[in-house]
């Protein structure tokens, strides 16, 4: 069975810092990979995914991903976080499209100014 | 963009009674939806994939007797938590997908406390 895994279940970085959230995964083929953010009692919002090409991915709010194959891994980049990043992050797999999402653990993110 | 609404955003009930839970895919018609669990601090548990006109598919441990899930039409499935206990309590949220290639798109959840 696949699965997904957050190795960080907090992570407190100061405003303005750069940020990288991990995320493995494991599954024989290469899945389609996602990150989402939530925030304190809301859904999920798409930050980016991956199903194929480039492996280093851009979405929403300044974050990238970079997908690497031979660990495994689709880790969550910003270069600078702001204060309003502060939320929960999840890493997301779907073995192929159209299927069910597993999700990692999450990582909650705190920013402290 | 699209939009997924959940309703209610909380609900607070007694214990032996039954809740429904609403997703409404606003402006796009949603053939699968996808109802999740998510527990303080834990990530989001899949419950059931419902896909419109049939019958949901429940995850294993699922009890699909106490969890109703009904996708009668290409906007609209429910989620009925019958005679509901406090463990029931929870967050859920949903999620729905146009059919093809478009991500999925989540409700806002729906804060459960069953007293």
């Known amino acids: 069975a696949q699965s997904v895994t957050q190795p960080d279940i907090h992570i407190t970085v100061s405003e303005g810092a750069s940020l990288e959230l991990r995320c493995n995964y494991s599954?024989?083929?290469?899945?389609?990979l996602f990150w989402y953010v939530q925030s304190p009692g809301q859904g999920l919002q798409l930050l980016l995914k991956?199903?194929?090409?480039?492996?280093l991915v851009q979405g929403i709010k300044g974050f990238e991903a970079e997908f690497k194959r031979s660990q495994s891994s689709f880790n969550l980049r910003k270069p600078s976080v702001h204060w309003s990043d502060a939320a929960e992050y999840f890493c997301a797999v779907e073995r192929e499209y159209g299927n069910k999402l597993v999700f990692g653990a999450g990582t909650i993110l705190r920013v402290k100014s | 963009g699209a939009v997924v609404s959940q309703h209610p955003s909380w609900v607070i009930c007694k214990s032996g009674t039954s809740v429904k839970i609403e997703c409404r895919s606003l402006?796009?018609?949603?053939?699968?939806m996808f109802w999740y669990r998510q527990f303080p601090k834990q990530s989001l548990m899949l419950m059931a994939t419902?896909?419109?006109?049939?019958?949901?598919?429940?995850e294993q441990g699922v009890e699909k007797d106490k969890f109703l899930i009904n996708h009668a039409s290409l906007t609209l499935s429910t989620l009925t938590v019958t005679s509901a206990h406090p463990e029931d309590s929870s967050f859920y949220i949903c999620?729905?997908?146009?059919?093809?290639?478009?991500?999925?798109?989540f409700g806002n959840g729906t804060r459960l406390t069953v007293t």
């Open positions: 999620s729905a997908r146009e059919a093809g290639w478009s991500p999925l798109h």
């Open positions: 599954y024989g083929a290469t899945p389609y």
């Open positions: 402006d796009f018609q949603a053939t699968t």
């Open positions: 991956y199903f194929s090409g480039d492996t």
């Open positions: 419902s896909n419109e006109g049939s019958k949901a598919t429940y």
